[in-house]
C-alpha cells in the first residue's frame, strides 16, 4: 500500500514558477508509472505529465516545454517543476501512481494552484 501526499501549491503570477512535490510513503520503485493530473472548477481531471519507472516522460500538450516532470526513488518522492505558469493552469494537482497491475492505483488529495495576477 502506498500514500502519496502532493505539496508546493499556492498563489503565483502568471509567469512565475512552482515546484510540485509528491511524497510516497512507499518505494515509488514498485510503481511502474508514476505522474500529475488536474482539475479545474466544472472541468474534467486531465492527465498534465506521466513519468515511468525508466523514465520515459509524456507531458500534455499545453503544458509541452514548460513544465517538468522528475522521479527521487531515493526519497520516493516525484516533483512536478512548473514554469512560465499561465492562469489556465490554475487547478488542483494531484499525484498519481500506477503499479503492476489495474488495480494498483493510488492518488493523493490534492493540492491547489492558482495562477492569477
Known amino acids: 500500500q502506498v500514500q502519496l501526499v502532493e505539496s508546493g501549491g499556492g498563489l503565483v503570477q502568471p509567469g512565475g514558477s512552482l515546484r510540485l512535490s509528491c511524497a510516497a510513503s512507499?518505494?515509488?520503485?514498485?510503481?511502474?508509472?508514476m505522474g500529475w493530473h488536474r482539475q479545474a472548477p466544472g472541468k474534467e481531471r486531465e492527465q498534465v505529465a506521466t513519468?515511468?519507472?525508466?523514465?520515459?516522460?509524456k507531458y500534455a500538450d499545453s503544458v509541452q516545454g514548460r513544465f517538468t516532470i522528475s522521479r527521487d526513488n531515493a526519497k520516493n518522492t516525484v516533483y512536478l517543476q512548473m514554469n512560465s505558469l499561465k492562469p489556465e493552469d490554475t487547478a488542483v494537482y494531484y499525484c498519481?501512481?500506477?503499479?503492476?497491475?489495474?488495480?494498483?492505483?493510488?492518488w493523493g488529495q490534492g493540492t491547489q494552484v492558482t495562477v492569477s495576477s
Open positions: 512507499g518505494s515509488i520503485s514498485s510503481l511502474d508509472v
Open positions: 498519481y501512481g500506477q503499479g503492476v497491475t489495474i488495480e494498483d492505483e493510488y
Open positions: 513519468i515511468t519507472s525508466i523514465r520515459s516522460k
